[in-house]
């Protein structure tokens, strides 16, 4: 089985490139992030052509995850067990955002994520990132006895390795301490980074920003991971990161990121 993960950055802009890469690498699972769209307002058709079913989590113009997979889909759930809401308006309450989809597909649970991006250190969007991630980890240990998959956008380069340049994000978010040992934690639970083995080294990125070239030069974040339970590491043959896909006109900011089980 071939599972991916995909922060496409609008699944209505870039819908053909998820058809392209869905026929192009034989993927069985695809889970997206930032699909940006509600359920009625995506061109499912061409995917649901090719014997896909789709199960979609999202609003209009913001966040949104998915989960497509052509070796079955049960148990949908939209959002995960105490998961914290953000408030849009300082006054107004913390609803739960389009953050979180699971399904079982194929016998593996999946987990599509969005992790909140956290803005800014001193930010309230930092606080709710650190708790959302809180959150998900109390929800993950009930996961870990099964074959499950927590995969998406983290928006963590947990080692600065999986940073271009440290000195450029040293007051940024995505690196401070509190983060990476939020990520740490699921990693000491017994979750398992599944696909650095295949992938290992310094300058393996993820993420490149639109901004001055940053794909062309290589300036880039690894923060989309496929993090699984011992029982899904012990399955995984292989993995890749889908560079290719990061180029040309129209791409996401985001590569693919694929793992191959046995």
């Known amino acids: 089985m071939r599972i991916a993960t995909w922060n496409v950055n609008s699944l209505r802009s870039r819908i053909d490139r998820v058809e392209a890469f869905l026929d192009r690498h034989e ?10 769209a509600r ?11 090719r014997g896909y079913d789709v199960a979609v989590s999202g609003t209009n113009q913001w966040n949104g995850v998915a989960i497509l997979s052509r070796v079955g889909l049960e148990d949908v759930e939209s959002g995960f067990p105490g998961q914290p809401g953000w408030a849009k ?28 991006n956290g803005r800014k250190p001193d930010d309230p969007h930092y606080v709710y990132k650190l708790d959302w991630l809180t ?16 995969v998406g956008d983290w928006n963590i380069a947990p080692t600065d390795e999986d940073v271009f340049d440290m000195a450029q994000f040293a007051k940024s978010t995505h690196v401070t301490p509190p983060e990476r040992a939020a990520f740490q934690a699921f990693l000491d639970d017994g979750y ?25 030069r290589n300036r880039g974040l690894r923060i989309d991971f496929v993090l699984g339970s011992p029982a899904f590491a012990a399955r995984v043959t292989g ?3 889908d560079r290719e896909e990061r180029a040309g006109t129209g791409a996401s900011d985001h590569a693919p990121v694929v793992v191959d089980l046995d």
């Open 239 to 241: 993995a890749f990161i």
């Open 135 to 150: 959150r998900l980890r109390e929800a993950a240990q009930a996961w870990r006895d099964g074959p499950t998959a927590l």
């Open 27 to 36: 993927i069985d699972v695809l889970a997206l992030q930032e699909t940006k």
């Open 89 to 116: 308006d300082v006054q107004g309450p913390a609803e739960p955002e389009s953050r979180a989809i699971g399904a079982t597909c194929g016998g593996v649970r999946v987990w599509s994520l969005y992790v909140p």
């Open 192 to 216: 398992v980074d599944v696909v650095r083995p295949h992938a290992p080294g310094p300058e393996v990125y993820t993420y490149w920003d639109y901004y001055r070239q940053r794909f062309e």
């Open 39 to 49: 359920e009625d307002q995506l061109p499912l058709m061409g995917i649901e052509a």
